[in-house]
């Protein structure tokens, strides 16, 4: 059974770019959230996405959004970067109904130059 | 509010030995569930254990064993036999179960595992 799927691994943007990062939850799990994690502000959570609706967001600005898809997949793209955007993005696959799981891949780390 | 307090930033252990990682929680929601995760340096958060809020007995998975402690709001992982490849970040996490919660998952600061040899 294949796990959590992130892609890319690694990407380096410019400071007012945007960026899209991509997720691919285990078969059969319809719940993907997102999570942002620095040295300074530990793991945070950004949204979560079920049956492609967004069912919980975080306090981040409105530059951070996401979607997904009929297949589950999720993407997150974060407009007009700023140096601080630079982290390790998670994100976290579970069945959806409040369970037992939560299992993450092995995140996209972003540097903003 | 901080929700989950890991109150050690950094240990030390002894290959071959246990260790305590502590977590203490505060919730006002009757059911949640408490997790804990490893990170290695290449960033993977990789799921060791789970506790719900109402099952009565202490988790266990191979090594891993979770101490339960519901009146004290407390979650301490116990590793056993520590090795090597432990080494790491170590994450505890509640899921509140209320219908607002969805699947969010609430993290503490982390503590930093060094196993000796």
């Known amino acids: 059974k294949a796990g959590v799927t992130q892609t890319p691994r690694y990407l380096i943007k410019t400071r007012g770019q945007q960026v899209t990062l991509s997720c691919s939850p285990i078969?059969?799990?319809?719940?993907v959230s997102w999570y942002q994690q620095t040295p300074g502000q530990g793991l945070q959570f950004l949204f979560e996405?079920?049956?492609?609706?967004?069912?919980n967001k975080g306090n981040f600005p409105g530059r951070f959004s996401g979607r997904q898809f009929s297949n589950s997949r999720s993407e997150m793209n974060v407009s007009t970067l700023e140096l601080g955007d630079s982290a390790l993005y998670l994100c976290?696959?579970?069945?959806?109904?409040?369970?037992?799981?939560?299992?993450f891949g092995q995140g996209t780390r972003l540097t903003v130059v | 509010a901080q929700k989950i307090t890991q109150t050690q930033p950094g240990m030390f252990v002894q290959e071959k030995e246990a260790v305590t990682l502590d977590c203490t929680y505060d919730?006002?929601?009757?059911?949640?569930?408490l997790f804990w995760y490893k990170q290695p340096s290449s960033g993977e958060m990789i799921f060791l254990i789970y506790?719900?809020?109402?099952?009565?007995q202490n988790a266990t998975e191979g090594r891993y064993s979770l101490n339960f402690q519901k009146a004290r709001k407390s979650a301490n992982l116990v590793i056993s036999a520590s090795q090597l490849g432990d080494s790491a970040m170590y994450f505890c996490?509640?899921?509140?179960?209320?219908?607002?919660?969805?699947?969010?998952?609430?993290f503490g600061g982390g503590t930093r595992l060094m196993v000796k040899p």
């Open positions: 078969s059969g799990h319809r719940s």
């Open positions: 996405y079920f049956s492609e609706t967004q069912r």
């Open positions: 506790q719900g809020s109402y099952d009565q």
């Open positions: 996490a509640m899921r509140e179960m209320n219908n607002n919660a969805g699947n969010m998952l609430t």
């Open positions: 919730t006002s929601d009757p059911s949640y569930g």
């Open positions: 976290a696959s579970s069945r959806g109904g409040g369970g037992t799981e939560a299992f």
